[in-house]
């Protein structure tokens, strides 16, 4: 019933997260989405910015994939079921309370699969002894991206995590009008990492994608 009077009524849960606000989940147009205050987190906009960062690039359907930032879960909807992603992931969130919006309003369960922790994304990279194929990384406060998540320190751990060959998709940010840290980033790591960058994907993300060298 909410499926259908969303075609002519928005219908809006709100829900409040120590971490990320007051969070929105929304029926419109019979489909449910995840917003904050002024940014989309899943299921709308920011999917169709992921699905094109991923589209461009070739993903073995046997990767091992990491996910920094978990949001609704949209886009390991998007892996298993637009391109065919067979993998398992490791999905990783801070907020308890984005955690479970995603198994409750969208049917994101763990399973043999998809493996998801509670943690902070720094921390985790800075521990894990698990390499990658790919690391998505889409973090975001609203519509920052948080500082420490620029910095060179948490790249040169991230980067330690990369398969040779592996690929990295990180949304960096919303209607960017300084590009610097981005510029930096690209420069400090460009021995390291091959970097392309897509500007105003889907009017107003910026997306790198990167891919490891060979040692």
């Known amino acids: 019933m909410k499926k259908?009077?969303?075609?002519?009524?928005?219908?809006?849960?709100?829900?409040?997260?120590?971490?990320?606000?007051?969070?929105?989940?929304?029926?419109?147009?019979?489909?449910?989405?995840?917003?904050?205050?002024?940014?989309?987190?899943?299921?709308?906009?920011?999917?169709?910015?992921?699905?094109?960062?991923?589209?461009?690039?070739?993903?073995?359907?046997?990767?091992?994939?990491?996910?920094?930032?978990l949001g609704g879960g949209s886009v390991i909807k998007s892996l298993y079921n637009r391109f065919n992603y067979k993998g398992r992931i490791t999905a990783v969130e801070i907020d308890d309370t984005v955690i479970q919006i995603a198994k409750n309003e969208f049917d994101i369960k763990e399973n043999k699969h998809l493996h998801i922790i509670n943690t902070d994304a720094l921390k985790y990279v800075k521990h894990s002894k698990t390499c990658y194929d790919l690391v998505i990384v889409d973090i975001f406060i609203d519509q920052k991206v948080p500082e420490p998540f620029y910095e060179k320190h948490f790249w040169q751990q991230l980067i330690q995590l990369l398969n040779p060959n592996a690929n990295v998709l990180f949304n960096a940010g919303i209607l960017l009008k300084d590009t610097t840290k981005i510029e930096l980033l690209k420069s400090t790591f460009a021995n390291d990492i091959y970097w392309t960058q897509y500007n105003n994907v889907e009017g107003v993300n910026t997306v790198l994608i990167g891919t490891k060298s060979n040692p």
């Open 4 to 69: 259908i009077i969303s075609h002519v009524w928005p219908l809006t849960k709100r829900i409040s997260s120590q971490i990320n606000g007051t969070l929105e989940v929304t029926w419109i147009n019979g489909k449910k989405v995840l917003d904050s205050q002024n940014a989309n987190y899943s299921y709308g906009a920011l999917e169709k910015v992921l699905n094109y960062g991923l589209s461009q690039i070739d993903i073995q359907n046997t990767a091992e994939i990491l996910l920094l930032g």
